[in-house]
């Protein structure tokens, strides 16, 4: 039976300050008047019927899951304990379905994704699908625009059939220099969509994560009873915050690379938008009240009134109680900033 699971409990800190440690970027509505949580949810339900999607996300969000999917089943929510990165909530929505079906092939759809020509979207999953059926680890490689470090890459090695390949190389968020090398090296994006046997996935994982497959099947064995809870804020204490691109991705000899032809951003800082919003004349991205004069270029977004005059290459961010003023050459450094932050209890309310 095919099933699907949505990411929704990343911390989405590049898109500070709009997204917060409380109410992170799969919850805003920046595009239109819906959360990009709602947009893949929508997404999804097209191809899997809604009794089979399941999400992951952390047990301090449920609130917002209420009010924005409030017709997703309780039942469909996997509450994690602590954010210990993907690996861990792949694993964790791996052993709920496993329970409740031992021949599942599942999808893994992060929430924060924008994507386009839905109609081609759901044809690449589809087929997807059916070739997780025949134990591959299947992902999903988009033909790059541009040179993005904000990315993944993936060398495409030996065609297995039309549009599927083995992979050969992962290249995880290079800088300018060699993410232009890879694009002109034919290298793919890595959407970081996912679909496998649940089955095939705990294998890979027991074969390169031990621990963690260990960790996993003791909480595998507590669903559904009373130790649940326990065994999982115990298991969730003893993991290392890794990606399962890192962990199991780069490393199994089952992965095959379908090339897909649907739009695609990962929505990952705030040049993002440049791609996704119309832009003004003089190439400004605008979501607020705004004047501007010899403004070129810039990314400003705030619930005040706003006068630019005279910036070029600027983002402006402003909310209620913070204000990002950043130059774009200056944005891989936001996430930086947010994590020294972290580490100051003056500035922590700022989250």
């Known amino acids: 039976m095919d099933w699907a699971c949505i990411l929704s409990g990343g911390a989405g800190v590049r898109l ?3 997204s917060r440690k409380t109410f992170p970027k799969q919850f805003l509505q920046i595009i239109g008047d819906k959360s990009f949580l709602e947009m893949t949810y929508d997404r999804v339900k097209r191809i899997i019927p809604p009794e089979k999607i399941h999400i992951v996300t952390h047990i301090n969000y449920r609130e917002h899951f209420r009010m924005l ?6 039942e469909n929510l996997i509450f994690e304990p602590e954010q210990k990165e993907t690996l861990a909530c792949v694993s964790l929505a791996c052993i709920h379905i496993l329970k409740k ?17 839905t109609d081609r979207f759901e044809s690449a999953i589809k087929k997807g699908y059916e070739i997780a059926k025949k134990g591959h680890i299947v992902c999903f490689g988009i033909a790059p625009t541009r040179a993005d470090t904000n990315y993944g890459y993936i060398k495409l090695g030996m065609e297995l059939e039309k549009g599927v390949f083995t992979a050969e190389r992962f290249v995880e968020k290079p800088d300018v220099k060699r993410a232009r090398y890879l694009v002109k090296s034919k290298y793919f994006w890595n959407s970081g969509i996912y679909i496998f046997k649940a089955s095939v996935f705990l294998k890979e ?6 621990y963690c497959y260990d960790v996993f099947m003791r909480i595998f064995s507590s669903i559904s009873t009373d130790s649940y809870i326990d065994e999982l804020k115990k298991g969730y204490k003893l993991l290392d915050k890794i990606s399962v691109d890192k962990a199991i991705m780069e490393k199994t000899k089952r992965l095959v690379v379908l090339t897909a032809d649907f739009e695609w951003d990962d ?4 040049s993002a938008f440049e791609r996704i919003l119309t832009k003004d004349e003089n ?4 979501k607020a009240e705004a004047i501007t004069n010899e403004t070129k270029n810039c990314i400003i977004f705030s619930d005040k009134f706003v006068i630019a005059l005279g910036i070029k290459d600027i983002i402006l961010i402003s909310v209620d109680d913070a204000i990002l003023v950043c130059h774009k050459s200056k944005e891989r450094e936001i996430k930086e900033i947010i994590q020294t932050i972290a580490l100051n209890e003056k500035y922590k309310k700022y989250l």
């Open 16 to 18: 500070w300050p709009k």
């Open 69 to 74: 999917l409030p017709n997703v089943m309780v």
């Open 101 to 117: 079906d031992p021949d599942s092939v599942l999808g893994i759809f992060p929430s924060d994704h924008f994507i386009s020509k």
């Open 205 to 210: 994982l027991k074969r390169y994560m031990p």
């Open 267 to 270: 929505v990952g800082s705030w």
């Open 283 to 286: 190439g400004n991205v605008i």
